[in-house]
């Protein structure tokens, strides 16, 4: 599993590769919980909630963002948000069941384990 966040593609809606313009910055997704297909509808569903929930965050920066295979073979909506802590990105990656979310900072993209203690 963590070979595939490893090799996951961050794009912007128009499919372009897609970089954080603050930092830190955290990209989660609630879709596909606990990487389980579920079909677009029920994905968008997930995504929109997981956009009120961050809208309702004091002094919360949101982008639009997909995560998706190198070959593009599965994409998932993903929101990239700044100006909240990494426990709370971290918080709300357990919300919606995620193996994990990417941290954007100076050094890099590393990969956010949800599950571990």
């Given at each position: 599993l963590a070979?595939?966040?490893a090799s996951t593609v961050l794009v912007d809606l128009q499919g372009k590769p897609w970089q954080p313009s603050s930092f830190p910055t955290f990209v989660i997704t609630a879709c596909c919980p606990f990487s389980e297909p579920l079909d677009?509808?029920?994905n968008l569903a997930?995504?929109?909630?997981l956009q009120r929930r961050l809208?309702?965050?004091p002094g919360v920066s949101m982008e639009e963002v997909v995560g998706m295979a190198p070959d593009g073979s599965w994409k998932e909506l993903s929101w990239a948000v700044?100006?909240?802590s990494?426990?709370?990105?971290?918080?709300?990656?357990r919300l919606y069941y995620q193996w994990a979310i990417f941290r954007f900072?100076?050094?890099g993209r590393a990969i956010l384990g949800c599950w571990q203690d």
């Open positions: 070979q595939v966040f677009d509808a029920a997930l995504h929109r909630s809208q309702k965050l700044a100006g909240i990494e426990q709370q990105a971290i918080d709300l990656g900072n100076e050094q």
